[in-house]
């Protein structure tokens, strides 16, 4: 029996780069970039924490680079536009306390190649993680979270291209999309929520307008009808936002970066991890073989789930399900899988070349807007649609 069901509306989230959680994401991966720009093979388990004036950087991290933790930091914030004195949060007047130690050495023993029980390198923990893919958009990802994101970041461009023609807008912002589906497929927006903080004197009806035609440039004219129902600021104001206005902590978004809510999630947050964390690495290593499995038109939807032991290469168990939308039963498509796909730590990170970034690419790109959807990310690739179709037989 098919679980597509014939009509409902979903609902996603999205938050910007000046969210306070989304300013701990980045500036922890900012840290991870800077580690592996000099030491590939840097072990950063980074964790940030952020408020008035105040950022806090703690965590795990073992690496021959010399990094001045608290300039990464800064410009980090900087980059994100907190710039403006007086607001409670600024690039220029936050302090920042760095608590930071080394990788454990019971864990790095696990995922040091040669070391361990089994001698390769194995997961840097227990756990199990989720990938994802759905013909339903181009990028194949969700349309909720897909458009969420494409809000809350157009505005961001907007506001950091013309300065002064959006002067009213400051960097923290929130946006939600609801959207009716109609066998499995998005049909029409019913509804959009943005909350944008804002300089004391923004006429309300100016950032309203605004809104509506931010959503007119990044989602599709068929998806958009007449009665579409619009929340811009609903509380009135949101001039106290950032940092200042509500504490950040890394890895607190978990759905926000991952497809708003759509499929399942194995728990494990992505920023300020190095790629020997299978919480980030094999999660992104699951959205990439979901991602070829639809590429290849072997399903129109896709959820693959992996899980690990710490200290062990192959994964425990591999779940394809593809939501009776496969050309195969789930089970054969778990076989194809595992015949073209190697899950093992080393070989996702060999892969995806996951301890160089900066070849197109960095980690902190991925702490705002979602770590799926967007094609500069390795991870997003479909190369592998050959292979597929052929151990398919198709």
Partial sequence: MSKIRSEHVFTSESVSEGHPDKVCDQISDAILDACLAQDPDSRVACETLAT?????????ITTKAKVNWQEVALEA???????????????????????IHKQSPDISQGVTEGM??????????????FGYASD???????ATILYAHKIVGELARLRKQDPAKYRYLRPDSKSQVSIRYKDGKPVAVETI???????????QEWLEQLVRDVVKTVIPADLLGSDIKYYVNPTGRFEV?????????TGRKIIVDTYGGVGSHGGGAFSGKDPSK?????????????????????????EIQVAYAIGVADPLSVNVDTYSTGILPDGEMEKIVRKVFDMRPAAIIEQLDLKHPGKGWCYQDSAAYGHFGRSQFPWERTDRIAELKAAAGK
């Avoid at 339903?136 to 969700?142: H, N």
């Avoid at 929520?193 to 006429?203: E, F, G, L, R």
């Avoid at 959205?287 to 896709?302: P, Q």
């Fill in 52 to 60: 008035t004036d105040m950022i806090v950087i703690s965590g795990e």
């Fill in 77 to 99: 914030v900087r980059r994100i536009g907190y710039t403006e004195a007086g607001i409670g949060f600024s690039a220029d007047s936050a302090k920042v306390m760095v608590a």
């Fill in 136 to 142: 339903e958009t181009p990028e194949l990802m969700p």
């Fill in 278 to 302: 299978v919480d980030r690495s094999a999660a992104y290593y699951c959205r990439y073989i979901a991602k070829n499995l639809v590429a290849a038109g072997l399903a129109r939807k896709c």
């Fill in 116 to 129: 361990g029980r089994f001698k390769e390198q194995g997961a840097g923990d227990q756990g199990m993680m």
């Fill in 193 to 203: 929520v943005v909350s944008h903080q804002h300089t004391p004197d923004m006429p």
């Fill in 241 to 249: 936002g950032g940092p200042s206005g509500d504490t950040g902590l």
